[in-house]
């Protein structure tokens, strides 16, 4: 079959013209069900789309029509062995990665500032993680993922890790040299895998950074309803190995996804693939050249900024320009602060912020008007809406901490208490805190705590900086294993 066609979404739109009458799942039978307001909105042709599982629109699980189809053609449109279509996001993705890749005990080097669902996946699995300390750019105000260097001196003093598991684009959009990580590890007989998630168009342009399917990883997980055009919840994994069962992948990917999976999001998924491949090369010229000319205006205001792919390059990183970081010191304001602000007053929403950045992702669907809009509101802002400087940092504590027990134990098998976050040092933990900032974990079940850990949160909860994790409105006690 040819690129410019859509064999899962043709027969999902073929069956719903037919008008069938249901009686299947879901309840809503054909959208007759919906409630009225919902259905005024939206319109009632989807619902004939919404389906479940029967020959005529295949299975998920065992796949031998029009979804056996599209991911193939889709294998074939990222230059991979085998593509599997996933309908619980990224985050099923990297626990299938851990569960494929890796039996329990075994270990895989891993950057701190990973998603929380490779912690997930770790849990899942049984395997050790080797934690490496993320590179703090204290100028840009923004954590970089896992240099060649520092997996090449991970593998050397860990040389029984299984695998290596990278984050690239990070939330930023900052790309690690994956050619080079993937040089290091198959020289090594190691496994790469990699969190795409913010990645999926990369293939696509010429002028983007390279992505994870053409640098050699052996599996990776894109989520393509972030930057193309699937419907949330709609991403895919890519495999290409010499190293892992390819079976036994599929085996995993059915035992982690639901088996009522939404239509909608498969046949949009075989869609965004389709159109990447004819027109993303086009698509994206135009959204990195509306990128860039925001980029230019927001680096002409007085507080705020906006890192170059220039400003990465000489770092020795690469940058998916059609992220924008746009920091707010200078502003008075946290990001979080700016967001809201941004909401509330211009009905503009970023997709995330932290302490010193908000992050505007562009994708597929992005156009001028819509920069414009942003360019306008944070121009407006410039004027309007200062606060007092804060001398804020970007730092974290040292996280490559000693691990005495496997996360999963931790998770399934052991009692925990609580002690006071004073008196904590010593103490196994047995819960995550991921202060944000910088979003990354300082605590993972299992590993030690350090005083230094401790006089970072005591830090932070001075600040009334939220942890995720902690219970309660200010952080006093941890979890921690009970040996009894």
Known sequence: MKQNNAPLFDTVLNHAKNRVTSFHTPGHKNGRGIDKRLRSFTGRNMYYMDVTVFPEVDSLHDPMGPIKKAQQLLAKAYGVEHSFFLVNGSSVGNMIMFLAACQPGDSVIISRNAH????????????????????????????????????????????????????????????????????????????????????????FNKNLPISAVEAGADMCVQSTHKILSALSQGSVLHFQSDLIDV???????????????????????????????MQGERLF???????????KQINTLKHFSCPSRKDILRRGYDLDVTKLTI?????????????????????????????????????????????????????????????????????????????????????????????????????????????????????????RITQEIVDYLEDLAEKDIRVAGQEGETLRTIKVVSMR
């Open 116 to 203: 929380k669902s490779a912690m997930s996946g770790i849990v899942l699995s049984g395997v050790w993680p080797i934690w490496v300390q993320p590179k703090v750019d204290q100028n840009l105000d923004i954590l970089f993922d896992s240099s060649p260097e520092q997996v090449e001196d991970a593998l050397r003093r860990f040389p029984e890790a299984k695998a290596v598991f990278i984050t690239s684009p990070t939330y930023n959009g900052v790309t690690t040299d994956l050619v080079k990580i993937a040089e290091i590890c198959h020289s090594n007989d190691k496994i790469l895998l990699v969190d795409e998630a913010h990645g999926p168009h990369l293939k």
């Open 247 to 277: 079976s036994r992948v599929r085996r995993v990917v059915s035992l982690l996804q639901t088996t009522s999976p939404s239509y909608l999001t498969l046949a949009s998924l075989d869609l965004a693939r389709r159109q990447a491949v």
């Open 285 to 295: 010229n135009k959204v990195m050249r509306w990128a860039e000319y925001g980029r």
């Open 327 to 447: 920091n707010v010191t200078r502003t008075g304001h946290s990001g979080h602060e700016m967001e809201a602000l941004l909401a509330k007053e211009y009905d503009i929403q970023v997709d995330a912020a932290d302490l010193f950045n908000l992050i505007a992702i562009m994708g597929i669907g992005s156009d001028k008007s819509d920069v414009e809009k942003l360019v306008s509101a944070l121009e407006d802002i410039d004027e309007k809406y200062l606060g007092e400087a804060r001398n804020w940092v970007l730092q974290i504590p040292g996280l490559t901490t000693e691990m005495v027990m496997v996360p999963r134990d931790v998770f399934l098998l052991y009692k925990s208490k609580r002690v006071p976050l004073s008196k904590a040092a010593g103490h196994i933990s047995a819960q995550a805190l991921t202060p944000y900032p910088p979003g990354i974990p300082v605590l993972i079940p299992g590993e």
